[in-house]
């Protein structure tokens, strides 16, 4: 062979080589994404022949398909529509539209997605006609129907999770909305339907678990700046704190109080413990100050502030801002200020601690189900990362567990259970306040770690409380997972 045809052979390898590689990324790597686009017509088109699969919680269909007369086929079709809709959104074909589990899961639930090649080379073979496939979520329905009915009139929203496992056991969001009206086939009135709703000030089309306008979570995040002090070696829960009446903000003109507007106990000094149990802003303040917002940041970004989860529904990240100046972290020391999160964040931090510091990623998937029952995908636990030591989180839950039995927290005691948690009821100037629970049971061996939050004061203004409102609903769920 001469040097120019040697030359050429592999020249012609060469390009061979990058085509065989560019196809097979196409068809391997990219298939699913590429099957998915909104833009690919034939994937739309050929859905509209599959039965799209169930959605299920506990073995019941909360989402199903059944046939229709008209070009779509199939009519998607919600049960409970409203107490589900956080989680399952809706799914539209005459608007190209899907939200919620039915967007996320859109490949395996629509038989289009790349694990569902199999099944479309068995239904050519048999002539039978595809389905797609149904996804079986981690919710407890026991526990949903719990927090839908203790938010039942109010603004707010439940999270709850398996602390050792990271499936979330109630996600719900109020007002809720009937999905069944946003999946007509019926373009105008679908579309009539989510402009009312887009219009309500009362913001039903916002999941307020994972995402929304964030509000500061208040004294929830007591507890971060506590694991904080802990995790230093500089503190301890018997460490003490000044105890005035009111603090001034470093730097500031300024003053806080407590939320009574008198000191934290009767002694000139004031432990962690104490404060903790109580709920006083002023020690956990100068606690702040002392640990510096960089320590306070970087266990709230153990927790998963600042960040982004997937369940696979995407969620808002919680914040925690750097480069505060001192009077804005005094101010984070008890949640308020510049510091903002989710439900989903707060249940986060509870289920954390209540697993012995190791904070799991949050879950709403266990299987998808093949047509023949089997299991075609199986999602597995997996860990965020570790928070604290566990002696650390032993200490933080030994302050929660005393704030429900003779602290502040006492709307969540339930009979013969020990409850570790925490309240939180947030200022907003002039406005109503933000309402919060968060907390874990049993304290000893946790089964469950719930996350409330109730805006505009559940109704009652600035004379609703954390422990008053968010706490009994919390209450409720915990009771339900329990089976109590």
Known sequence: MTKELRRLSIVMLFMFISLFAATSWIQVVEADSLGQNSNNRRTLLDSYEIQRGSIIVDDVAIASSTPSDDRYQFQRVYTDAAMWAPVTGYFNPALQSATGIERAMNGDLSGTGSSAFFAEIERILSGQPQRGFSVELTLDSAAQRAAYEGLEGLNGAVVAIEP??????????????????????????????????????????????????????????????????????DYTPSSTLPNPARYQLPGSTNTVANAWGGTCGSGATVTISEAIRLSCNIPMAELAVKLGDDAIREMAEKFGFNQSFATPLESTPSSYPRALDDAQTALTGFGQGQVTATPLQIAMVAAGIANDGVVMNPRLIDTVIGNDLSVVRAFEDSEFGRALEATVADDVTASMVASVSNGAAQGARIDGVDVAGKTGTTENDDNPYTLWFTGFAPANDPEVAVAVLVEDGGGQGQSGSGDTIAAPIAKKVIEAVLGR
């Not at 000030?201 to 999941?207: C, G, M, R, Y």
């Open 164 to 233: 050792k496992t990271g499936r979330i056991l109630a996600m719900v969001s109020t007002p809720g909305f009937d999905t069944n009206s946003l999946a007509s086939h019926d373009a105008d009135a679908a579309n009539s339907a989510y402009d009312i709703l887009d219009e309500d000030p009362n913001k039903p089309l916002s999941n307020r678990a994972i995402a929304g306008d964030l509000n500061p979570p208040g004294s929830t995040f007591k507890l971060v700046v506590a694991a904080a002090a802990y995790a230093s070696g």
